[in-house]
C-alpha cells in the first residue's frame, strides 16, 4: 500500500524559509508527477506547484521566484523550498503524487503539513 508522509511544517516568521518534504513509502515502480497543493481556511484548496518526471516545473503566479519544487527519485522524495514567505502563505500543505504501483497507476496525498507564518 502506497502512503505520502510530508513534514517540515511549522511556524515561521514573515520573509523567513521552510522546507517542506513528502516521501512516498511501499511498492512503487515509478513515480510521473508530484504536486503540492494547499489550503487556506475558508479557502478552496489551490495547486502551488508541480514537477514532471523530466523535471519540467510549475508554479502558481503567487510564489513564483520564492518556492522552489523539487524531486529525489533515488528516495521517491518531493521538496518544496518556501523562502521570502508572507503571511497569506499560511495554509495546509498538501503533497500529491501520480504513480505506478502494484494497483497499477494511481494518484496518492499526503495527510497535510500546517504552515504558519506569523510575526
Known amino acids: 500500500q502506497v502512503q505520502l508522509v510530508e513534514s517540515g511544517g511549522g511556524l515561521v516568521q514573515p520573509g523567513g524559509p521552510l522546507r517542506l518534504s513528502c516521501a512516498a513509502s511501499g511498492t512503487i515502480f515509478a513515480i510521473y508527477n508530484w504536486a503540492w497543493y494547499r489550503q487556506a481556511p475558508g479557502k478552496q484548496r489551490e495547486l502551488v506547484a508541480t514537477i514532471t518526471d523530466r523535471d519540467m516545473t510549475n508554479y502558481v503566479d503567487s510564489v513564483k521566484g520564492r518556492f522552489t519544487i523539487s524531486r529525489d527519485n533515488a528516495k521517491n522524495t518531493v521538496f518544496l523550498q518556501m523562502n521570502s514567505l508572507k503571511i497569506e502563505d499560511t495554509a495546509v500543505y498538501y503533497c500529491?503524487?501520480?504513480?505506478?504501483?502494484?494497483?497499477?497507476?494511481?494518484?496518492?496525498w499526503g495527510q497535510g503539513t500546517q504552515v504558519t507564518v506569523s510575526s
Open positions: 500529491y503524487a501520480r504513480l505506478s504501483g502494484v494497483g497499477g497507476i494511481n494518484t496518492y
